[in-house]
């Protein structure tokens, strides 16, 4: 999740105060970790010098001044590219996993063990995100989902490589 | 809600061979009231079998079954017969209505086998299909219902007695994902409302989440992944 330029695309709808920025981020992407104020204020000021966002003049009210920050065209043409740009598939978890079995194996080590003890893992985080799809509304529901998926691919690359162990082993020992 | 302090069910040291080939090996597994349990396994495993020699569809070779403080694998086959009816439902991959039978006279079914009177027995299954999202479709046949209806319609007719143990095996196998989820997420909340006891058998890790705990059978025995605690940061 990229904190600036979420602001940013919260800011391409209207021009808004900080408070506001940090009131929608924690409503729609913050679940459950909100966004601190002093890393909203922090970050629009690095937009503003960036030339992403302008903040406009300081506002009196009952509290303390504050600021409307607005998205530039240079801040609008990011969001754009970042949305149009496919994230990273995140093979990073898979690494570890791979890296695991294969040196559990050169090192004569019980990989079988590793497997179960990863997959159990899994299987409870699994768990706590089904629950979280019971109890919560559809935004819960469609990240738990995102979630699951991913974990369910590594169950199965697990299984397959449970599955194979004894191949593996022959070929980390040639 | 009831307590899950004592076992329901339990398989000892199950052996089972079908002719020359082993599919239990001294399986044991032991299963509280009200608990949720997933068998997983590889096909071949061994997970069906375990279900329906807990289920006493299936003899088994040596070991035992004991139901509620009784040998079930000894008992006679009228008395079991009697235990499956009245104490245990059944949700089956694809789900196995009767065809010539409308919706709720499927859900019914296990009531009428028990002696219920007609009209009591399909008014108790009818107060299932609001509960199961199946408004307006009793007097449908198999025929007319898509799968994911189907199998809710097989999922009343397993809960409608109030079992103590609802015995499902791959209960999704047949279905896509979200039907697959409605389903999951309606047996287990019905199962927990009524304190029923599920030994579901699956190979589908998104189903078994919806366990209390998970146990995996490999050859012919059963092994516990519970207790395993996550490394922190290690599961996304």
Redesign the interface.
């Known amino acids: 999740m990229s904190v600036p330029l979420t602001l940013l695309g919260l800011l391409e709808r209207e021009p808004s105060h900080g408070y506001d920025l940090k009131r929608d981020y924690d409503t729609w992407f913050g679940r459950g970790k909100p966004l601190p104020y002093g890393q909203v204020y922090a970050t629009l000021s690095r937009l503003a010098r960036d030339g992403k966002a302008i903040a406009g003049p300081a506002e009196h009210g009952e509290g303390p001044d504050r600021k409307r920050y607005a998205i530039t065209e240079a801040g609008i043409a990011d969001v754009e590219r970042w949305l149009s740009e496919p994230a990273p598939p995140e093979p990073h ?1 898979q690494t570890v996993l791979f890296a695991k079995v294969v040196l559990a194996l050169m090192l004569d080590r019980p990989a079988d063990h590793y497997l ?12 706590e ?2 629950a979280l799809k ?1 109890r919560g509304d559809l935004m819960d529901t469609l990240l738990a989902d995102h ?2 998926y ?3 691919a590594d ?1 199965r690359w697990i ?1 397959h490589t449970a ?1 194979r162990l004894d191949l593996l082993a022959q070929a980390v020992h040639q | 809600m009831a307590a899950r302090s004592t076992t329901i069910i339990e398989a000892r040291g199950v052996v089972m061979s079908f002719g020359q080939t082993p599919a239990l090996r001294g399986a044991s597994l032991a299963v509280r009231q009200g608990e949720i349990v997933a068998v997983m396994g ?1 096909s071949g495993s061994g997970k069906s079998t375990l279900l329906h020699c807990l289920a006493g569809i299936l003899t088994p070779d040596e070991g035992e079954v004991w139901f509620a403080g009784q040998r079930l694998d000894t008992m006679s086959e009228a008395k079991r017969s009697e235990v499956r009816r009245d104490k245990f439902g059944f949700v089956f991959q694809s789900g196995q209505l009767v065809p010539e039978l409308t919706a709720e006279e499927n859900v019914a079914l296990p009531l009428l086998l028990g002696g219920t009177r007609r009209a009591a027995a399909l008014a108790e299954a009818r107060a299932w299909f609001g509960r199961l999202g199946l408004d307006g479709l009793g007097r449908r046949r198999s025929g007319e219902l898509s799968g994911g209806q189907a199998q809710r319609v097989a999922l009343a007719r397993g809960m409608v007695n109030g079992p103590q143990v609802l015995f499902a095996d791959e209960p999704t196998g047949a279905l896509d994902s979200m039907s697959g989820e409605m389903v999951m ?1 309606l047996m ?2 019905a199962a927990r409302e009524q304190g029923s006891t599920v030994i579901l058998v699956t190979h589908d ?2 189903v ?4 209390d705990r ?1 146990v995996i059978v490999r050859d012919g025995t059963v ?1 516990s ?7 922190s940061g ?3």
């Open positions: 978890l179960d003890a990863q997959r159990a893992a899994h299987l409870h985080r699994m768990r995100l089904t019971e979630g699951l991913h974990l369910e169950l299984d599955a | 590889p997420s287990t909340r890790a998104r078994a989440a919806y366990a998970e092994g992944l519970t207790g395993a605690a996550p490394p290690a599961a996304r």
